[in-house]
T-cell receptor, first 110, second 112 residues
Framework: AQRVTQPEKLLSVFKGAPVELKCNYSYSGSPELFWYVQYSRQRLQLLLRHISRESIKGFTADLNKGETSFHLKKPFAQEEDSAMYYCALKVRGTGNQFYFGTGTSLTVIP | DARVTQTPRDKVTEMGQEVTMRCQPILGHNTVFWYRQTMMQGLELLAYFRNRAPLDDSGMPKDRFSAEMPDATLATLKIQPSEPRDSAVYFC??????????FGSGTRLTVV
């Protein structure tokens, strides 16, 4: 069965420090993975998707099929990065359903 | 900037009352999702529609929840009767061809 695991519910880093939010997935098919971000009391926003291989707001994420991981990284955390981050797996099929992890709350300490 | 619109923004209701949440997806999007967000469970998928047809609502407690899309511009999520454990933020999201979804601002429901 498909599953997305974000092992850290809470993560705190100092401003300027590197940050890595972990995401592991379980899926027998070819995965498509996304990161969504939710700033305080705002809507969820798409941050990036692995097929684009893009860097958004300094964040990158590489799909590692061997380790079934899609960790989100940023070399120098900023205060405005404090938010809730969700990793999501798109499952192909009738409805292209999305499965979300339980989220990681990132706090960047000034 | 196209947005998914959800109403109401906040809702406080007494246990046992009916609650209806509304979502206006982005025009042209053919897939609509309802998610519930709680501190304990994170984001849970409740139901989703493609071309207004319900494809999966297995995440919803069937005895009290119902989701419909009466037309392409409106999706509704109804809880009857509501219970305190339903207190959560309910998000609607819409998209096209599952490429990445746009979320609404959510409805914060409190059942007392």
């Amino acid at each position: 069965a498909q599953r997305v695991t974000q092992p850290e519910k809470l993560l705190s880093v100092f401003k300027g420090a590197p940050v890595e939010l972990k995401c592991n997935y379980s899926y027998s098919g070819s995965p498509e993975l996304f990161w969504y971000v939710q700033y305080s009391r705002q809507r969820l926003q798409l941050l990036l998707r692995h097929i684009s291989r893009e860097s958004i707001k300094g964040f990158t994420a590489d799909l590692n099929k061997g380790e079934t991981s899609f960790h989100l990284k940023k070399p120098f955390a900023q205060e405005e990065d404090s938010a809730m981050y969700y990793c999501a797996l798109k499952v192909r099929g009738t409805g292209n359903q999305f499965y979300f992890g339980t989220g990681t709350s990132l706090t960047v300490i000034p | 900037d196209a947005r998914v619109t959800q109403t109401p923004r906040d809702k406080v209701t007494e246990m046992g009352q009916e609650v209806t949440m509304r979502c206006q997806p982005i025009l042209g999007h053919n897939t609509v999702f309802w998610y519930r967000q709680t501190m304990m469970q994170g984001l849970e998928l409740l139901a989703y529609f493609r071309n207004r047809a319900p494809l999966d609502d297995s995440g919803m407690p069937k005895d009290r929840f119902s989701a419909e899309m009466p037309d392409a511009t409106l999706a509704t999520l109804k809880i009857q009767p509501s219970e305190p454990r339903d207190s959560a933020v309910y998000f609607c999201a819409s998209g096209f061809s599952g490429y990445g979804y746009t979320f609404g601002s959510g409805t914060r429901l409190t059942v007392v």
